[in-house]
């Protein structure tokens, strides 16, 4: 008898533990469920062969003596070598076309060593995530992209006498902290297209972000967005929202996100291109048999928290559909989102300024969280999945 084929397009932070709790926990107990009448092969379809911890995107872009690259990327296959072939199959390709109706995925190898192939799926999960403008933040495809901007950032930094960044995010802001603390002689521009800098914290927080850039150096401006760009040799000028213009050695944009779902089907997305989840609690996506989690889903605020837990409810939620009947007094964990202000922001490696489940936090937590490593611990956990050994 064929197996039941679980299909995860994504192989970040949400692919990568969802397919480590269902091959530990919820696969084991589907086939003890059905007395092993049926079989479950989980395949996990990833565009990169690494992953990027894109958390410490600040950081890594600053300078390669920080955060080194070989930290910063994660051979994802050596956290799925000890599973058995039966059970678990890692491709590592970009998904280009989806058919709802014969529930087929079409694949191309992103590294260009083999042609387009169809994965089959009965059940689906959608973690592909959301990708920037830049490849300084994600890793668009190949990794490779992402680390030969890297390095030209590495080498282009030193010699820079104006920086110009874009986005009063926490990306621009964190940047333009790590920088200005490491090339304290750069002119330094943050460009805020609103009014404050960290609009989904409070202004006072915002507010406090801004002085300490001051205090670094930084110039904010607010109310003012980046229309076009032009590169003329090493420099760039920027054609700004106020009709003025800048022409700077560096410009960075940490402006804005889009979901990676362009292969899906317009039905299942919402205006803005994110996955439709029917039920926020659930996660199950916009048919039977689809489920979503992480930056593509609808439901999802941006936020690391909006990832690592869900996965445990989303989990229990495939186990419940996929039982049915034998799925016994179990029933599935609903998942309840961190709604509350809840963002920590480096500003340099000394602290910085956040808040946490409604409380801000003062700097020492900012350092002890985040600051002082940008959790670069995290990342071989993720690969490994040692957040998820236990159910």
């Not at 989980?42 to 080194?68: E, F």
């Amino acid at each position: 008898m064929a197996p039941h084929d679980i299909v995860i397009i994504g192989g970040s932070y949400a692919g990568l533990g969802t397919a480590h709790y269902l091959l530990r926990h919820t696969i084991p107990a589907l086939e003890k469920a059905n007395q092993n009448a049926i079989k479950y092969k989980l395949t996990l379809i990833s565009a990169t062969s690494h992953l990027y911890h894109k958390v410490g995107a600040p950081r890594i872009l600053a300078s390669p003596d920080l955060i080194p690259l070989s930290k910063a990327f994660r051979p994802i296959a050596d956290g799925f070598k000890n599973y058995d072939t039966d059970h678990f199959e890692l491709v590592i390709a970009e998904a280009q076309s989806l058919d709802e109706r014969t529930k087929t995925i079409v694949v191309s190898d992103t590294y260009g060593s083999s042609m387009p192939r169809q994965v089959k799926y009965s059940t689906l999960i959608l973690a592909t995530g959301a990708s920037s403008d830049s490849p300084l933040w994600s890793t668009p495809g190949s990794h490779e992209k992402t680390i030969t901007a890297l390095k030209e950032m590495h080498s282009a930094l030193p010699k820079a006498k104006t920086i110009l960044i874009a986005g009063g995010g926490p990306a621009g802001t964190e940047t333009s902290g790590e920088l200005a603390t490491l090339f304290p002689q750069a002119d330094i521009t943050l460009l805020s297209g609103a009014d404050r800098l960290l609009t989904r914290l409070r202004p006072a927080i915002g507010a406090a972000a801004e002085s300490k850039l001051s205090l670094l150096g930084v110039r904010t401006t607010h109310n003012v967005r980046v229309n076009s760009t032009s590169s003329t040799g090493s420099q760039t000028t920027i054609q700004l929202s106020d009709g003025t213009s800048r022409t700077v050695d560096i410009y960075i944009t940490a402006t804005g996100i889009r979901p990676n779902s362009a292969f899906l089907p317009r039905n299942w997305l919402t205006e803005k291109g994110y996955v439709i989840t029917r039920d926020n609690t659930s996660l199950r996506g916009p048919v039977d048999g689809v489920y979503a989690l992480g930056d593509v889903a609808g439901y999802s605020l941006g936020g690391f928290l909006d990832i690592i837990e869900a996965v445990r409810p989303l989990c229990s939620t495939i186990f419940v559909d996929l039982a049915g009947p034998n799925a016994g007094k179990h029933k599935a964990q609903a998942f309840k989102q961190t709604v509350t202000e809840t963002q920590i922001v480096p500003i340099g490696p000394k602290g910085g300024v956040g808040a946490a489940y409604g409380w801000r936090v003062p700097n020492f937590v900012v350092w002890m969280f985040k600051s002082r490593d940008y959790m670069i611990g995290v990342s071989p956990e993720v690969v490994s999945g040692k957040q998820f050994v236990k159910a």
